[in-house]
């Protein structure tokens, strides 16, 4: 009898470690941050106007991040999808540009960690931006386009600042353009003879900083509240390119405030969600 | 290590001023005269082939006004030195007012008469429309007519297949534009479409390349492709006179090229050079010829299309309510 109380006790502490195992399984979390802004912009665009814009623009930004795999913390990748608009004047405010933008990057970042509760994060993103930017008083060139890809050196700074009873998060984020391709028609090619007669030439260039020159720097602050973090930021981003001897110029200042959350994702055969989630699947 | 990471740092961060500032004129009068000045002077296409001195006219203009010239009479002169390029498509458009240069057509005959071609003899009063196209059965029902008054007014392939179904069993066409001052090349290709057979040359277009007068692009063709669904198979005659401009001119340079085609009016205005608008430091847009455009044989259209068979409007005949032009087009056709 005491022999069977000892091996049904045996069984339930090898259960117990067992369970144990499986607590400590770990998933990798993607933090998700969602901000919207509203900023001053100032586009410069030779091909509808040798006069610059000034206004003010809407932006929203979606980032996600995450690490490759569980064994590895120090590689993350990183999207990014932005979308903006804005409506620009000239200085007589006699006409205005409508500006829309879109904009999606990805790439992967190291992870330093010098000391506790500092990250520096440095990496590339690739990305695809489209813009386009309309005058609708001229006539033959009404609109522009902004068509670009480019591959972006990137650089982050996360420091979390310890206060009494919550933790701040400072981050500072760097991205500038390296090297791509883009679309800028020549100053006299009309989209016509581009599009309807097929005459592309001298509309695709190679960039690289000798022709685009950008910085991309945003400042925020995540602050955990109750149920939720939030983030404050300012971002400051400034691109300049030049090809078919005309300098385009774009420079917007934005005040941000959005809010960031880790998620965990499991989908398919291979990544079935632990029994102690629930699914609306199940 | 830092170093050289302080310096990468910097480098990508001032980068962006190290790139030159396009030169932005001061908004005084001397400044909005050089930045008019210099945008003619670098874009507007037709220079050397009107052969005007353009340093010329920026002597004796810069001495018709000081900075403190009021804005009316500013404009004026500014008006007046664009007059000088004689391009219906040059115009200075401020709040106030909008510089043009009209001679190309006020100078000449009208040759056209919308109370004429609104009679019994020809629309009447129950023309059909479709889309921009005005158009009715003439001469007891042996011609189909159709009066297009604006490249600007659309029309689809729908209503040009009703239009041609409704004049079918009709000997010959009879295509207006004549006071037609333009819009869309697109419609212009549209419309020739239905009358081609096969996809035709029927010209070139060139873009300015940079700052000299002629520096252009190659010249890149312009097809006028055969419409796949609707064709006219009979006679078409094109009716122009001078104020058939722009897209206008373009699809008179089209139909030129058309089976079955003839056109028969007036020499057209021209306007063959494609439009661009640009910009003054004081908000004044300036709208002005930017790529040239040329027949099949590479001849510039900017000055107008000479007809197949140049006629013109009698007095005579306009009194007995007769359009002269409209009547030597269905002789044409009936020949």
């Known amino acids: 009898m ?57 932006r929203y930004e979606n980032e996600s991040r995450r690490f490759l795999s569980t064994q590895n913390t120090n590689i ?25 933008g879109m904009n999606y990057d990805w790439g992967m970042h190291y992870h330093f960690r010098p000391f506790t509760g500092l990250q520096l994060l440095v990496g590339g993103l690739c990305d695809v931006d489209f813009g386009l930017k309309d005058i609708s008083r001229n006539v033959n060139n009404p609109i522009n386009l902004d068509l670009a890809t480019n591959l972006n050196l990137s650089g982050v700074v996360i420091y979390d600042i310890p206060l009494s009873r919550k933790v701040l998060q400072l981050q500072i984020a760097l991205q500038s353009p390296i090297l791509g391709y883009m679309f800028v028609p020549g100053e006299g090619t009309s989209y016509y003879e581009i599009f309807e007669l097929g005459n592309f030439t001298n509309t695709t260039h190679f960039s690289s900083l000798h022709n685009k020159r950008g910085i991309n720097g945003t400042f925020s602050v995540d602050v955990p509240f109750k149920y939720s973090i939030w983030r404050f930021g300012f971002n400051y981003h400034e691109l300049d390119y030049s090809s078919n001897n005309l300098i385009f110029k774009r420079k917007d200042v934005c005040l941000l405030i959005g809010s960031t959350f880790d998620i965990a994702t499991f989908a398919g055969r291979g990544n079935r969600a632990p029994r102690n989630f629930i699914s609306t699947k199940e | 290590m830092k170093k050289y990471s302080l310096i990468l ?49 920026h002597t004796v203009y810069k001495q018709r006004f000081t900075d403190s010239t009021k804005v009316f009479t500013f404009f ?15 115009n200075l458009y401020s709040d106030f007012d909008r510089s043009r240069y009209w001679k190309w057509y006020t100078d000449y005959p009208s ?39 604006s490249f600007s007014d659309s029309f689809s392939d729908t209503n040009m297949s009703y239009v041609i179904t ?38 070139y277009m060139r873009h300015k390349t940079g700052d000299g007068h002629s520096d252009f692009s190659d010249p890149v063709e312009i097809k006028t492709t055969a419409n796949k669904t609707t064709h006219w198979k009979n006679s078409v005659a094109v009716l122009t006179n001078r104020m058939s401009f722009s897209a ?17 009016g007036d020499k057209t205005g021209g306007g063959g050079g494609m439009p661009f608008s640009s910009e003054l430091p004081n908000g004044w847009m300036i709208r002005f010829s930017a790529s040239p455009m040329y027949n099949s044989n590479m001849q510039d259209t900017e000055w107008g299309i000479e007809p197949d068979v140049k006629d013109s409007i009698k007095v005579a005949d306009q009194a007995k309510g007769i359009d002269s032009i409209i009547e030597r087009a269905i002789a044409l056709i009936k020949k």
């Open chain 1, 2 to 58: 005491k022999r069977n109380i000892f091996l049904f006790q045996l069984f339930l502490f090898s259960s117990l470690l067992f369970a144990q195992t499986n607590d400590e399984q770990k998933y990798l979390l993607t933090t998700e941050t969602s901000t919207y802004g509203l900023s001053t912009i100032k586009l410069t665009d030779p091909y509808l106007s040798p006069i610059s814009y000034s206004g003010i623009g809407l």
């Open chain 1, 76 to 100: 993350s990748k990183q999207s990014n999808f932005k979308l903006m608009c804005g409506l620009a004047f000239n200085p007589t405010i006699t006409a205005s540009m409508t500006y829309m």
């Open chain 2, 9 to 57: 740092l910097l480098t990508v961060i001032l980068l962006p001023a190290c790139m030159d500032e396009p030169g932005e004129k001061p908004n005084t009068n001397k400044g909005n005269f050089e930045a008019l000045w210099s945008i003619i002077d670098t874009r507007y296409c037709y220079l050397d082939y009107k052969h005007i001195n353009w340093d010329s006219i």
């Open chain 2, 76 to 90: 004026d002169v500014m008006g007046s030195m664009l007059g000088e390029l004689k391009d219906g498509h040059v």
């Open chain 2, 111 to 149: 040759n056209f008469s919308s109370s004429l071609i609104h009679s019994n003899r020809y629309l009447s009063d129950n023309y059909r429309i479709a889309g921009g196209l005005r158009y009715a059965k003439i001469d007891n029902g042996d011609i189909g007519y159709i009066y297009y008054g």
């Open chain 2, 166 to 203: 409704y004049f079918k069993d009709c000997k010959g066409l009879i295509i207006d534009v004549r006071d037609n001052g333009g819009g869309s090349l697109d419609y212009s290709e549209q419309l020739a479409s239905y009358f081609f057979v096969n996809d035709t040359l029927t010209g």
């Open chain 2, 248 to 264: 206008t001119n373009d699809f008179v340079n089209r139909m030129k090229m058309a089976p079955n085609s003839i056109i028969v």
